[in-house]
Structures are given as C-alpha cells and as structure tokens.
C-alpha cells in the first residue's frame, strides 16, 4: 500500500541487505571503514524507525502526480509534504544520542547543540520543519551561528529527516512509474541526484549501452526514477559520444558516467552486481574516492547548481 509503514519482514530484509553491502564493501575498500561503521548506526535506525515516524502527506492522486511530472513540476511544489515537529524532534533526539556516540567532534558538536536548545536558542523540531533539499544554506547559517561544523550538522539533519522524507517521497510515488520524468533533479521533493543505478547490458565499446536501464537517486528523500541512459540529466545532450565513463577493472561494480558536453559527473554503481535494493547514501560515501578522480579530470557533480 502506497505510504504506509514498512513491515515487521520488510523491515528485517533491509536491515540484511544493508548488512550484506556494508560488509562486501568493507571487505573491497578497507578504508572507508570508520565512516561506513559509524554510518551504519545512523542508517539501521533509520530503517528500524521508518514505521514509527509520522507523517501526513497531502493525498496525490496517481493522473494528478503524472500530470504534474509531465510539466516538469516536483511534487513538492504543488503539494504539501505534512511534517509533523513532534516526531521530528523525537528522532532528532535520538539521532544525537548516535553521533553523541561517534567520534570526538561530533559529541562536541552534539553538546553546542544541546546547549543552545537548553538555553532556548535553537529550536530544532520547527528548523527540522523547513529543511529542504534546495536550502542547504539553511545549515550553514545555523552551523555559523552556533560555531559548529557544517558537515555534522548537515548529516544530522539528514539523519532525522530522511525517514519523513522517505515516507512522504513513497506515498506521493510509489513504485517506479515516473516514465514522464527524464530530470536531473528529484520529482518527489526536488533535491539533487546522489547517484545513479545501471542494469542491463554490460557497458561495451566507447561505453554504448543500448538496452540499459538507468535509474538516478535521491538522498534527500530516497527517491528513485528512471531516465534514459544515454542522455545527460544535466543538459540533456545526447549527442553521440557525450556520454561517456570512468571505470576500473579493480571495482567492477563502480563508475563515474559523465558528459563530454557540460563534464558534470555522476557516480554510478552496476546494480546487477549488487545484491537487494541499491542504498544510495552508503553507496555514495563509500565511493568518496570517486569524487577525487573525477576532480582531477576536471569534472563537476552533477548536484553542484551553478
Ligand atoms: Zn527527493
Ligand atoms: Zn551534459
């Protein structure tokens, strides 16, 4: 049912999956070790607590979502997502609880937090309320103005509002039925591609993938849709021979497809060679390495606006 909370089953089953990835990625990149386990704390409570958090999402009827996607509109700016503070704050609570837990700085970070909430100057519960995926200076401002790391913060907040988001992101769409989608940013809540997905025909000469299916990943709200594979979601060329990709023999289930035309990069993994459901955040921290290399041919991630 379109919406409703994950079950007891499906529950356990993304809990295995996420185990099973971590440790077959643990045991190919060892150095991501300390992120990824820390990580994993964040995303098992994520999943185990996906049922209890509380959303009211605007009712979307299946022709009023594929007309809105046929005009290029994401959901979110047509209808409204139905937070509720209350459990925002009651996972934000616990969330801090975890990253109390993680390392020095970000228990120093946790501390300024609760001291600021103490003494009434910060209000998480309705700031938690008006984080989008296009404010992200909404974060800096806060981090700033409480003198703590940005990066904390922002992976805080996302800790906490993942869940909501990934609730409302399913009731709005459910399933993969986004054919009128072809953008390069989230349909449901409007936030910037993490990662992209491949399935189908192993990539053959010039990187020419005819019947491939590819899907692009939003983190902000987990959502996921199909595009075409051989178009930039960027600037949409589809030029012969703008689509082009990075890999190595080494990790065969990773790759950095991008455009000749803009050089806006996505890091994308071969989901036939992944077991269970593709996890984007984990996928996309644990490939950091990417990032680098894709730096040094002087490309630009495709979520970077300007
Ligand atoms: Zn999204
Ligand atoms: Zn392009």
């Given at each position: 049912m379109s919406g409703s909370p994950p079950s007891d089953r499906t529950v356990g089953s993304a809990l295995q999956s996420l185990e099973r990835r971590a440790g077959a990625i643990l045991r190919a990149r060892p150095a991501y070790k300390e992120p990824v386990e820390f990580y994993l704390t964040v995303f098992r409570r994520q999943i185990e607590r996906a049922a209890e958090v509380c959303v009211r999402p605007e009712p979307v009827e299946p022709e009023q979502a594929r007309q809105s996607l046929r005009e290029g509109v994401p959901l979110i700016e047509r209808y409204d997502?139905?937070?509720?503070v209350e459990s925002l704050r009651s996972l934000w609570t616990e969330m801090k609880g975890l990253f109390r837990r993680g390392n020095d700085v970000l228990r120093s970070v946790v501390q300024r937090l609760d001291e600021a909430e103490h003494g009434g100057r910060f209000d998480a519960g309705l700031w938690l309320l008006e984080?989008?995926?296009?404010?992200p200076e909404s974060v800096a401002q806060v981090a700033a103005g409480l003198g703590i790391g940005h990066e904390a913060l922002a992976a805080l907040a996302w800790a906490t509002t993942y869940p909501h988001w990934q609730r409302i992101a399913r009731s709005w769409?459910?399933?993969?039925?986004?054919?009128e989608w072809q953008r390069g940013?989230?349909?449901?809540?409007?936030g910037p591609v993490k990662l992209a997905e491949l399935h189908g025909d192993p990539p053959g000469e010039g990187g020419v993938t005819g019947g491939a299916r590819m899907y692009l990943h939003c983190a902000f709200c987990g959502a996921r849709w199909t595009v075409p594979?051989?178009?930039?979601?960027?600037?949409s060329s589809r030029r012969a021979g703008d689509a082009k990709y990075y890999f190595t023999t080494a990790e065969p289930e990773l790759r950095i497809d991008f455009c000749g035309s803009c050089r806006r990069y996505l890091k994308t993994v071969d989901g036939d060679r992944?077991?269970?459901?593709?996890h984007a955040y984990l996928e996309w921290l644990a490939s950091a390495h990417l990032d680098t290399l894709a730096e040094e041919k002087d490309l630009v991630p495709l979520e970077c606006k300007a």
């Open positions: 997502p139905g937070l509720d984080q989008r995926p296009w404010r769409l459910p399933g993969d039925r986004l054919g940013r989230c349909p449901a809540c409007a594979p051989m178009q930039c979601p960027h600037c992944i077991e269970g459901p593709v």
